[in-house]
């Protein structure tokens, strides 16, 4: 069993940054970030393999958001620069315990989830 909590979202103004944490207890094989905004999809933001690292990015992301984890603070993070107003959304954090990560529907399937993190990011 893998339980997940989400830290950090809050209010921006775009062009700022913030950064989500995701605590995480039980073992995982590898762990990412959705987000939701309202009226639209979910929709996959960053992957990370536990072991080894390798991250993914969705386009919409690349160059302005990281993904990280700790594995000593069980914790992995999000950290998001150059915030759009596109960027709004409620961010969820995923993981898998084993099974294929090598796209974004690989890690929804069968995942853990977080209870979510509102980020509002405005002009």
């Known amino acids: 069993q893998v339980q997940l909590v989400e830290f950090g979202g809050g209010s921006v103004q775009a062009g700022g940054s913030l950064r989500l944490s995701c605590a995480v207890s039980g073992s995982t094989y590898c762990m990412g970030w959705f987000r939701q905004a309202p009226g639209k999809e979910r929709e996959g933001v960053a992957r990370i393999y536990t072991g080894s690292g390798s991250t993914r990015y969705a386009d919409s992301v690349k160059g302005r958001f990281t993904i990280s984890r700790d594995n000593a603070k069980n914790t992995m993070y999000l950290q998001m620069n150059n915030l759009k107003l596109e960027d709004t959304a409620m961010y969820y954090c995923?993981?898998?315990?084993?099974?294929?990560?090598?796209?974004?529907?690989?890690?929804?399937?069968?995942?853990?989830w977080g209870p979510g993190t509102q980020v509002i990011v405005s002009s």
């Open positions: 995923a993981a898998r315990s084993s099974g294929y990560c090598v796209d974004f529907g690989d890690l929804a399937k069968s995942a853990y």
